[in-house]
């Protein structure tokens, strides 16, 4: 089992920044790729950024490439998702997921980010 915890969300006004972590307890360190999502009000949860174990390959969804950065600590078990230049539009709930060297996911409970204009 692994538990996640997300922390850093809040309220910021568009172009701001923002920094998002996740730390995972339990079977952490079993964290093989790690990945960040985010849900809309109305709007269907999408991926917005992974990277695998080791640090050594980054993907980002079109929407956030060149103003997000995920990053992670493997000895701490955390991962990071640095946001800057913010829009309107990345608005919404943001999820940690851990998919563990197994092919289990586990999900965090969220936390929400809201931009305003």
């Known amino acids: 089992q692994v538990q996640l915890v997300e922390s850093g969300g809040g309220l910021v006004q568009a172009g701001g920044s923002l920094t998002l972590s996740c730390a995972a307890s339990g079977s952490g360190s079993a964290a093989n790729v790690m990945r960040w999502y985010r849900q809309a009000p109305g709007k269907q949860r999408e991926f917005v950024a992974s990277i695998t174990r080791g640090g050594g390959t980054m993907t980002y969804a079109d929407s956030v490439r060149g103003r997000f950065t995920i990053s992670r600590d493997m000895a701490k078990n955390t991962v990071t998702l640095q946001m800057s230049s913010l829009k309107v539009e990345d608005t919404g709930a943001y999820y940690c997921?851990?998919?563990?060297?197994?092919?289990?996911?586990?999900w965090g409970q969220g936390t929400q980010v809201t931009v305003s204009s």
């Open positions: 997921n851990v998919e563990t060297l197994w092919g289990s996911h586990y």
